[in-house]
């Protein structure tokens, strides 16, 4: 939204700081929401620049945040966490640091309620029932290892004859 008369760099900055602060925000939405705002690419520089000193913007902790709220939330893997961390700028470092905290069994627990819940919903042989699942899962972000495995682990004790 454009507004009808061009806010000054110190409204942009308090416009941006209230934005930041009412949800955990990273450099690359911050910028976009500038731009929106009116703001040409040095300014919005600034700005972003003066979020991060002042500690409104910070990646690492949006990037924890991020990975927390995609996992437990919306039930998103690892791969689909990663990938749209990556597309919105976060180095691989910080990525790598939010998910060393992902604990193992919670994420293998999150993965199998998944599975049984779209199991539920799938028909046909055990093969077809099998790799609807493993497609299901994978595009959700999750591991192929560890889908398999867990679709292994489903999909035969829901088909035995």
Not at 110 to 126: D, M, N, Q
Not at 137 to 146: A, C, K, P, Q, V
């Amino acid at each position: 939204m454009k507004d009808s008369k061009k806010l000054s760099e110190q409204e942009l900055r308090s416009k941006a700081a209230a934005y930041c602060v009412a949800n955990e925000q990273c450099r690359q939405s911050v910028s976009r929401k500038l731009t929106e705002w009116g703001s040409d690419g040095d300014e919005a520089k600034r700005i972003v620049d003066w979020l991060c000193a002042e500690r409104f913007v910070d990646e690492r902790r949006y990037c924890k945040a991020y990975v927390e709220s995609k996992l437990r939330y919306q039930h998103w893997g690892r791969s689909k966490v990663e990938y749209q961390l990556r597309s919105k700028g976060i180095e691989r470092d910080v990525i790598a640091e939010a998910m060393t905290n992902v604990d193992d069994d919670e994420y293998e627990a999150i993965l199998r309620g998944v599975a049984e819940r779209k199991l539920e919903s799938l028909k046909g042989t055990p093969f077809a029932v099998r790799t609807k699942l493993m497609s299901f899962l994978m595009s959700r972000g999750f591991e192929s290892g560890l889908v398999y495995r867990i679709a292994e682990e489903l999909v035969k004790g829901e088909c035995e004859f």
